[in-house]
């Protein structure tokens, strides 16, 4: 892992992490409440941070709330990342942010971090 960065948005935190041999692939891990005033900062953020990957693995597990604000931050992201043949993969969900993105049904949800990487060195959905 090679970088690590923190927003400056008391709501909702990044750590961004560029994997070892997996030169096209994101690492983003989430912390905070993804709520109406957290979603449109993080959406750029998050645009931002991945437009060089093609593939985007997001770490949920130390977000306890996501509004319908945050399910459309990362519809976004998914869509850009489907346009160039990327792929978006959610890890680590906690019950209630698990619930929501089920109700979406575009997303790839995995268990675990390790879960989602290997789906993606697979290239599969699930």
């Known amino acids: 892992m090679a970088q690590a960065n923190e927003t400056d948005d ?11 041999n997996r030169e096209d692939t994101l690492l983003l891990k989430l912390s905070g409440k993804l709520d109406l005033f957290a ?5 750029q953020k998050l645009i931002h941070a ?7 693995i997001v770490d949920l597990s130390g977000v306890p709330y996501l509004s319908s604000s945050g399910l459309r931050v990362f519809i976004g992201l998914h869509k850009q990342l489907e346009a160039r043949a990327g792929s978006l993969r ?4 906690q019950p209630p942010v698990e619930h929501v993105f089920r109700l979406a ?6 268990p675990d ?14």
Do not use: N
């Open 10 to 20: 008391s709501s909702i935190a990044i750590e961004e992490s560029r994997l070892e």
């Open 39 to 43: 979603a449109d900062g993080l959406e």
């Open 50 to 56: 991945a437009q060089h990957a093609r593939h985007v």
């Open 90 to 93: 959610l890890a680590a969900l």
């Open 105 to 110: 049904p575009m997303f790839a949800l995995y």
């Open 113 to 126: 971090v390790s879960a989602a990487m290997e789906a993606t060195d697979r290239g599969g959905a699930a």
